[in-house]
């Protein structure tokens, strides 16, 4: 059983930086045959997606509202990671790191993934 426990979060001022780690256990393939990302969701909102990051030879897509702020990738020894820079109050979320084996041309839809992680709490103040 794939088990995902994620880490990193914090409070930070807007502005500021985090990176969030995701380490993955249980794998029966080799990690870069997961596809991995990156959700969150804030009170009272529905989960979003943030970031993901293909099987394979890596496709890497972001919602609009990160991009060129956050960066997904993978790390050794089975960990993904989210660097987000230059924070905002509306980044305030618990994150999740999801997976699925293989890949899947929805990536941004969490019915895709299989497994989840219990999620970390990452608080930016205005």
């Known amino acids: 059983q794939v088990k995902l426990v994620e880490s990193g979060g914090g409070s930070v001022q807007a502005g500021g930086s985090l990176t969030l780690s995701c380490a993955a256990s249980?794998?029966?393939?080799?990690?870069?045959?997961?596809?991995m990302a990156w959700f969150r969701q804030a009170p009272g909102k529905e989960r979003e997606p943030v970031a993901g990051i293909s099987a394979g030879y890596p496709t890497i897509s972001y919602v609009d509202s990160v991009k060129g702020r956050f960066t997904i990738s993978r790390g050794n020894k089975n960990t993904l990671y989210l660097q987000m820079n230059s924070l905002k109050p509306e980044d305030s979320a618990v994150y999740y790191c999801a997976s699925r084996r293989g890949s899947t041309n929805f990536w941004s839809r969490a019915s895709e993934y299989n497994y989840w992680g219990q999620g970390t709490q990452v608080t930016v103040a205005s």
């Open positions: 249980g794998l029966t393939l080799t990690f870069d045959s997961y596809g």
